[in-house]
Antibody
Framework: EVQLVESGGGLVKPGGSLRLSCAAS????????MSWVRQAPGKGPEWVGR??????????DYAAPVKGRFTISRDDSKNILYLQMKSLKTEDTAVYYC??????????WGQGTLVTVSS | QSALTQPPSASGSRGQSVTISCTGT?????????VSWYQQHPGKAPKLLIY???KRPSWVPDRFSGFKSGNTASLTVSGLQAEDEADYYC??????????FGTGTKVTVL
């Protein structure tokens, strides 16, 4: 059974930093393309970015609102996906989901971790 | 990249069908066959229903079907059941390794 468990969310002040983790199990993590998707309170999901598997080049792509501030990385030896967030803004407040991708879309989703950016 | 446009709400009686539209542009929905649909119950993570426009994962009943024509995709839920009451979101590949989601539709089962 695929399991994706996010952690690291919390309250942070504007301009601050936070690192989210996603522990993956139940599938071959190193072969998977992984994404982060966020959902602000009362809003629809918003794609944040994706990292391909190393065998597929390991390319990382980001949505425009987070490019230059967020960094996605992976540790295939530990089956963990990371999202390093810096220069956080109030509009980054959301539940952040980790997803494993297949068929050109986010396939399996974690339960999410809440990030609140507020002074 | 703008969000895909969905009607805010839709409803149908138990046993009937409801169809939700998802309108984009030729740069996303119309340009690629990578449209997906998700169901989200309150407080839960989205769950995949449809991928590549009309394909269903093994766990999704055939009451759910997807279609695309031009820049608009649609999701039909047939034989509405109480548990189908949820928010539904479409998503599409938008080129340049970017993805976009829809604005969401709240489905009410009467």
């Amino acid at each position: 059974e695929v399991q994706l468990v996010e952690s690291g969310g919390g309250l942070v002040k504007p301009g601050g930093s936070l690192r989210l983790s996603c522990a993956a199990s139940g599938f071959t993590f190193s072969n998977a393309w992984m994404s982060w998707v966020r959902q602000a309170p009362g809003k629809g999901p918003e794609w944040v970015g994706r990292i391909k598997s190393k065998t597929d080049g390991g390319t990382i792509d980001y949505a425009a609102p987070v490019k230059g501030r967020f960094t996605i990385s992976r540790d295939d030896s530990k089956n963990i996906l990371y999202l390093q967030m810096k220069s956080l803004k109030t509009e980054d407040t959301a539940v952040y989901y980790c997803t494993s991708d297949y068929g050109g879309c986010p396939w399996d989703w974690g339960q999410g971790t809440l990030v609140t950016v507020s002074s | 990249q703008s969000a895909l446009t969905q009607p805010p709400s839709a409803s149908g009686s138990r046993g009937q069908s409801v169809t939700i539209s998802c309108t984009g542009t030729s740069s996303d929905v119309g340009g690629y066959n990578y449209v997906s649909w998700y169901q989200q119950h309150p407080g839960k993570a989205p769950k995949l229903l449809i991928y590549e426009v009309s394909k269903r994962p093994s766990w999704v009943p055939d009451r759910f079907s997807g279609f695309k024509s031009g820049n608009t995709a649609s999701l039909t839920v047939s034989g509405l059941q109480a548990e189908d009451e949820a928010d539904y979101y479409c998503s599409s590949y938008a080129g340049s390794n970017i993805y976009v989601f829809g604005t969401g539709t709240k489905v009410t089962v009467l």
